[in-house]
């Protein structure tokens, strides 16, 4: 199974920071990568797909980027809304893993 | 708008099955793939199983294979789980996602339905 490794587990910035998160892949997966986000007591948001694709209705403050192995997500000038957990997914193989998760908090 | 509602999570012994269900409305279920995600209470998410638009692509975790069916109705709008020979690590809250048309993603997700496995 593909393996997927994000970092760091935790992540504390305040508000009006950029942060970036990081998603790396035990094999080269091209651009199939998703990332969501999850609050507590919620289920998970669709963010980005194939790496870089914003989902509709997502503000453009998210972006992702890479491929292969390792990728992105970035939040640039981070929103009291933001503070929450995020995943990343691969979608490569037919059985998809997702990364442990980055918690992003204040 | 797009819903999925999850249904047939409780406490069951282990050892023991339950069917959970998902019910789709506002889009039409024959044209997407569809997947069980899982969480156990405080942890990560994992997937679980996914079923092609028409039922005959299936694929499974590892870590559930032999144990887990994953099924359709289009015709009901409806998905379903059987989790059978459960085990104390089968605990969690099992979410029922779609697919994006494109592939790859799970871009609508229910409120999911919470399986307690215990003695």
């Known amino acids: 199974d593909i393996q997927m490794t994000q970092s760091p587990s935790t992540l504390s910035a305040s508000v009006g920071d950029t942060v970036s998160l990081t998603c790396r892949a035990s094999q080269s997966i091209g651009n199939w990568l998703a990332w969501y986000q999850q609050k507590p007591g919620k289920a998970p948001k669709l963010l980005i797909f194939?790496?870089?694709t914003l989902q509709g209705r997502v503000p453009s403050r998210f972006s992702g980027s890479g491929s292969g192995t390792e990728f992105t997500l970035t939040i640039t000038s981070l929103q009291p809304d933001d503070f929450a957990i995020y995943y990343c997914q691969q979608c490569y193989s037919t059985k998809w893993t997702f990364g442990q998760g980055t918690k992003v908090e204040i | 708008e797009v819903q999925l509602v999850e249904s047939g999570g409780g406490l069951v012994q282990p050892g023991k099955s339950l069917r959970l269900s998902c019910v789709a409305s506002?889009?039409?279920?024959?044209?997407?793939?569809m997947n069980w995600v899982r969480q156990a209470p405080g942890k990560g998410l994992e997937w679980v199983a996914s079923i092609s638009d028409s039922g005959h692509t299936i694929y499974y975790a590892d870590s559930v294979e032999g144990r887990f069916t994953i099924s359709r109705d289009n015709a009901e709008s409806s998905v379903y789980l059987l989790v059978s020979s459960l085990r104390d690590d089968d605990t969690a809250l099992y979410y029922c996602?779609?697919?994006?048309?494109?592939?790859?993603?799970?871009?609508?997700w229910g409120q999911g339905t919470l399986v307690t496995v215990s003695s």
């Open positions: 506002g889009f039409s279920l024959i044209s997407y793939r």
């Open positions: 996602a779609r697919d994006t048309l494109r592939g790859g993603a799970l871009d609508f």
């Open positions: 194939e790496a870089s």
